[in-house]
């Protein structure tokens, strides 16, 4: 579920850096919104249940804690850099044109990294056992 997560995701940022200056809102933002959206929300549970999992009941609440703040720092991590590669980009100009190149590139990038973190969990993630009910 967390692979389908993501790619359901990654398919949103790729579908929304297609956007244009003039693009209609509904299949420019709002449709690849969706989607990045489910896919976020597909792939939070199952990698907040791996996470924790392997955690003695003890120490469960500090692991938890550990993921939460991992979640945050990683969004907020995430945001400067996205919004330091859309400002490169733009070169300063806030023609709606230069703007829209900026967010496209950014969500190219988010795109690529979400369908490099889909592989890496497929590849490294325990694979579900087939035999449970």
């Known amino acids: ?26 299949t420019a933002i709002l449709v690849p919104g969706v989607l990045m959206m489910l896919g976020a929300g597909l792939a939070a549970t199952p990698l907040a249940a791996l996470a924790t999992s392997g955690a003695a009941p003890g120490e469960a609440g ?32 806030a023609s709606p044109g230069a703007l829209t190149e900026g967010y496209a590139l950014v969500f190219r990038t988010g795109a690529v990294v979400l369908v490099a973190g889909a592989v890496l969990m497929r590849v490294w993630l325990p694979a579900a056992r087939r035999d449970a009910p």
């Open 1 to 26: 579920m967390a692979v389908l997560g993501t790619a359901v995701a990654a398919a949103g940022f790729g579908w929304q850096s297609t956007m244009s200056a003039h693009g209609a809102y509904v």
């Open 62 to 93: 500090l692991v938890s804690g550990l993921v939460n703040t991992s979640r945050t720092m990683g969004g907020s991590l995430g945001l400067a850099v996205m919004s330091t590669i859309a400002a490169a980009r733009t070169g300063g100009s």
